[in-house]
């Protein structure tokens, strides 16, 4: 399985800013798909998630009412809609997948990772 995440940029305060992930190899393997960052000097925080019908998703504190997860699996495509982009939401935004049920916030329980893009949010 393989992820390569895309999108990322430079984008104003307030602007928007869409991520996607396209993921090739057995992605069938993926029950869960997520979205996490990490600025320079902090941890990887986790962003934001969905389960494979895409019935379910889950935010992280910093992010809910202004970023939307979804996925197109015709295409094995994950999007991050992100609105309303904050100064503190520039990092090095990761897609990563799991193969476990639950819809996790710990880095640790994706075993797939994409190299990452960056998002820059100028004040």
């Known amino acids: 399985v393989q992820l390569q995440a895309s999108g990322g940029g430079l984008v104003q305060a307030g602007g928007s800013l869409r991520v996607s992930c396209v993921v090739s190899?057995?992605?069938?393997?993926?029950?869960?798909m997520g979205w996490f960052r990490q600025a320079p000097g902090k941890e990887r925080e986790f962003v934001a998630g969905?389960?494979?019908?895409?019935?379910?998703?889950r935010y992280g504190e910093s992010v809910k009412g202004r970023f939307t997860i979804s996925r197109d699996s015709a295409k094995n495509t994950v999007y991050l809609h992100m609105n309303s982009l904050k100064a503190e939401d520039t990092a090095v935004y990761y897609c990563?997948?799991?193969?476990?049920?639950?819809?996790?916030?710990?880095?640790?329980?994706?075993?797939?990772w994409g190299q990452g893009t960056q998002v820059t949010v100028s004040s």
């Open positions: 190899g057995r992605a069938v393997l993926l029950t869960v």
């Open positions: 990563a997948g799991s193969s476990i049920v639950a819809l996790s916030t710990t880095p640790a329980r994706y075993n797939y």
């Open positions: 969905i389960n494979r019908s895409g019935g379910s998703t």
